[in-house]
């Protein structure tokens, strides 16, 4: 990293930026907002969400403007729908030096969220888990169940990525991280998160997997079969990209 890199990358605020994506989240996100600025404002003096409403066509928009009062919370409304473009976006929009994001549905104890960015004082990137050797009993539905099965496999063979769970919705990075890889992303669904450990791990950042188990019984997901073969075409075309 050369110095004006280097005094570029120390002008960003010491903090949390946290991106949260919504579709059609309107009978959880305003929970899960008040819950993440309870928890994360505790432990970081500076803290900020950035919620990234995309493709929504119920009110989850105007709830999260509904809140600007109340938390340092910034709104975002892309016309398209999709988590890759809802990460990509929120992540673009961060402003302090640890960015990351949750799920708007909050599945996890967010206790152990807060102990698993602190990995990040050793770490490049941290990562979530849900299964573990022993403890492979989740409250996730059987479709995610199999998303994050069939992710596993797939990016272990196509990607070399060896990792236990490629799709647990939380993940962090320092923010200088992000800003060094290519930000162009061919994934812009549910599938954006094996590009960005592929990118990570091209890039060799120094990447760990935590186990956080999922505390909250599932009760809204986006995530349909359907989504399933555009999600393989574009890992496919990722791999063969040159």
Not at 122 to 134: A, E, F, Q
Not at 221 to 230: A, E, F
């Amino acid at each position: 990293m050369n110095l004006y890199k280097a005094f570029k990358y120390r002008s960003f605020m010491e903090g949390l930026s946290l991106v949260v994506p919504i579709h059609n989240g309107e009978e959880v996100i305003e929970k899960s907002i008040k819950e993440y600025y309870e928890s994360f404002s505790k432990k970081f003096k500076n803290f900020e969400i950035i919620a990234v409403c995309n493709g929504c066509r119920d009110n989850s928009a105007k709830i999260c403007h509904s809140l600007k009062s109340t938390f340092p919370i910034k709104v975002i409304e892309i016309t398209q729908s999709g988590k890759g473009l809802a990460l990509v976006s929120g992540f673009n929009n961060c402003k302090f030096d640890y960015i990351g994001f949750l799920d708007g549905d909050n599945p996890f104890d967010l206790d152990k969220i807060i102990k698993m960015i602190d990995y990040l004082k050793d770490y490049d990137v941290v990562i979530s888990t849900k299964y573990l050797r022993g403890k492979a009993k989740t409250q996730d539905s059987c479709l995610r169940r199999l998303i994050s099965l069939g992710g596993g496999i797939f990016s272990r063979i196509i990607f070399n990525l060896n990792f236990r769970d490629t799709q647990a919705g939380a993940k962090f990075m320092k923010r200088e991280v992000w800003r060094s890889i290519d930000r162009k992303f061919i994934c812009i669904g549910f599938d954006f998160d094996i590009e960005l450990l592929y990118k990570l791990k091209k890039s060799k950042f120094k990447i760990v997997e935590v186990y956080t188990p999922v505390i909250k019984k599932e009760k809204f997901s986006t995530l349909r079969l359907k989504y399933l073969p555009s999600m393989i075409y574009r890992l496919i075309k990722l791999k063969f990209k040159k």
